[in-house]
């Protein structure tokens, strides 16, 4: 820890003449101890044990640092008491702070009444060292008032970390009213001396959603400077603003699929802003004119496609524009305006990574593991989840048992114990999709022998979750009676309600193609056969055309046929053979 140095003049606020000279070696001890080689011991000594406080504290300082003398804690800390019980503000501090080893360290009674004396008068570093023990309960009865009062007197004093802390209790509410507002002007302050954690933090707040504060531009340039400045939260952040959704090319929408409306709003008098739009298309799969609906108010304005003004309006109302696409300029921005790169985005989550952020390093794994803006390389890919897996991260402790399961079962018939190992790892933290992956080891016996009991308790964790494939694994258990009493009518209401809740969030990431292709193949098979629900030939047959549209082979087979021979459809030879290629496929 930094000793700290009196700011205040010596004792009873008079520096004497003849001590000129040592109070600028007491400075420079502070600041380098080795800078005092020369020093008169003998000299600092005698004015000490004279009494004097500031020479009390330059033989601690000596002492502590072992300049000029054998080091000895004991003996530094004896010094410091002795010029902290004459009022010496600095070795108050130092007193409650440095580390004088286990045998000597001070009550937490004794530290407080210390620190407390120098902030009180007006040592800014004690009173931001109280701000923080308050608020962390470290050698203090956790008391957030009395957490918000010190780190109110050391932020006035420009204490940039105290005025950071500050801005975090106004932005939570803690013992003070909730006020993001005065929470960004201490952030402003604080970012303002150059802290890079509160140009980060003030960052969020500018790219967050609150819309009065909102303010993408210069939320990313201050997490930029953050970042190069080496806030590893920061460039992780920055990593993500760069790789927040794929290129469009990257998901490509059948070509039967329209456009879906988006959102216009005119934010810029040359460019269209279109929001709300669910699929990246490429310009050559948009038609040459598009009907966008106007947007209600500026806080709708995300952009997500960027359109060029100079295309053509060829109707505008109240309501909506038709658009003339022919001379498109479209790509695609991240959620704040920034181009998506998915090689800068590595750039910085190398960066945050290099420095041990975990979740860093588990979006690197993931990035090599799939190939995103670096070549695949799956033992890199372990290597990074490793580093995050063996920080505690429950997600990157179950991707590295997976891909260490992959590996074991392309040699054996089963996954190997250390993979085993971290999917359990991760399942006993909570995470819903180890939970699932342990209950399918333990179901197909790859972890050892097979355990349904064992395979039902995890899948039924992970289904308490609401985690959709557990919740579909759950519901195909009770309708088999495989691990679990059979109750199909439990079953059929499970997937009900996994279907309830693709309508209502189409955008739910862990609503995957596979989940909601098999969701549909089933409510299909029941509706259509009457088996456990009333027959309903229309609504089976729009489940079934669902899962067909989703790639569910034995579907598109089903519907392939139906067509052919004209049964609850109206018979075409075309669009039947087309659907049978589709499945074979």
């Known amino acids: 820890m930094t000793m700290s140095s009196d700011r205040e003049t010596a004792h009873n606020g008079q520096r004497q003449p003849e001590n000129v000279c ?3 070696m007491h400075q420079s001890l502070r600041v380098n101890p080795d800078s005092l080689k020369d020093v008169n011991v003998s000299v600092i000594r005698k004015k000490a044990e004279s009494g004097d406080p500031l020479f009390q504290e330059m033989m601690a300082h000596l002492y502590y640092e072992g300049v000029k003398v054998c080091k000895d804690r004991i003996k530094a800390q004896e010094w410091y008491r002795k010029a902290a019980e004459q009022g010496n503000i600095s070795a108050q501090y130092n007193l409650a702070s440095l580390d004088f080893g286990d045998k000597s360290q001070l009550s937490r009674d004794e530290k407080c009444r210390w620190l407390t004396s120098a902030a009180n008068m007006g040592h800014v570093e004690a009173q931001y060292r109280l701000g923080v023990g308050y608020k962390e309960g470290i050698d203090l009865v956790a008391d957030h008032a009395a957490a918000v009062h010190w780190f109110t007197k050391a932020a006035e004093a420009d204490h940039d970390m105290a005025q950071l802390n500050l801005g975090r209790m106004y932005e939570l509410g803690e013992s003070v009213a909730q006020d993001k507002v005065e929470a960004c002007r201490w952030y402003r302050r ?5 802290n890079a954690r509160a ?8 790219l967050s959603e609150h819309a009065s504060l909102r303010n993408p531009a210069e939320g990313l ?3 930029r400077e953050a970042a190069e400045m080496g806030d590893c939260q920061a460039q992780f952040r ?3 603003e760069f790789r927040q959704s794929l290129p469009w090319h ?10 879906t409306t988006g959102v216009l709003s005119l934010i810029d008098p040359t460019i269209l802003y279109i929001l709300n739009i669910e699929r990246s298309i490429p310009p050559h799969l948009i038609p040459t004119s598009l009907s966008i609906n106007l947007a209600s108010s500026p806080e709708q304005a995300e952009p997500y496609f960027i359109i060029s003004a100079r295309t053509t309006i060829l109707e505008a109302s109240n309501t909506s524009y038709v658009l003339d696409l022919d001379l498109l300029t479209c790509y695609r921005l991240g959620d704040n305006g920034l181009e998506v790169d998915l090689g800068r985005a590595m750039v910085w989550l190398r960066k945050a990574a290099d420095q041990g952020h975990a979740d860093a390093q588990c979006f690197v794994g993931q990035c090599f593991r799939d190939g995103q803006g670096v070549d695949l390389d799956v033992e890199q890919a372990a290597a990074w989840f490793r580093k995050a897996a063996e920080q505690g991260m429950a997600e990157a402790q179950f991707h590295l048992g997976q891909i260490l399961n992959s590996q074991s079962l392309s040699v054996g018939p089963r996954a190997s114990p250390e993979a085993v190992k971290w999917i359990r790892m991760a399942a006993e933290q909570g995470y819903a999709l180890a939970q699932c992956g342990l209950a399918e080891l333990h179901l197909n016996g790859d972890g050892g022998e097979m355990d349904l009991k064992e395979s039902a308790a995890w899948i039924r964790k992970a289904a308490a979750q609401g985690l959709p494939v557990a919740v579909h694994t759950m519901a195909m258990m009770l309708y088999s009676g495989i691990g679990l009493s059979q109750d199909r009518p439990e079953a059929v209401r499970l997937i009900a309600q996994l279907m309830e809740r693709e309508h209502a969030a189409t955008k739910d990431k862990d609503m995957t193609e596979y989940v909601r292709g098999e969701s549909h193949a089933f409510m299909a098979q029941a509706l259509l056969t009457g088996q456990d629900v009333a027959m309903d030939v229309r609504a089976g047959m729009r489940h079934l055309r669902l899962a067909a549209e989703l790639h569910h082979a034995l579907s598109q087979t089903r519907l392939g046929g139906l067509y052919l021979v004209g049964e609850g459809v109206p018979q075409d030879s075309r669009k039947g053979i087309t659907w049978l290629r589709r499945a074979a496929a």
Do not use: D, H, I, M
């Open 199 to 206: 140009k980060a933090v003030l960052s969020t707040v500018y």
């Open 238 to 240: 920055l990593g993500l």
């Open 250 to 259: 990257a998901s490509l929408p059948p070509p039967s699929t329209p456009l």
């Open 22 to 24: 040592y109070w600028t």
């Open 221 to 223: 340039r201050l997490l």
């Open 190 to 194: 604080s970012a303002e001396q150059g």
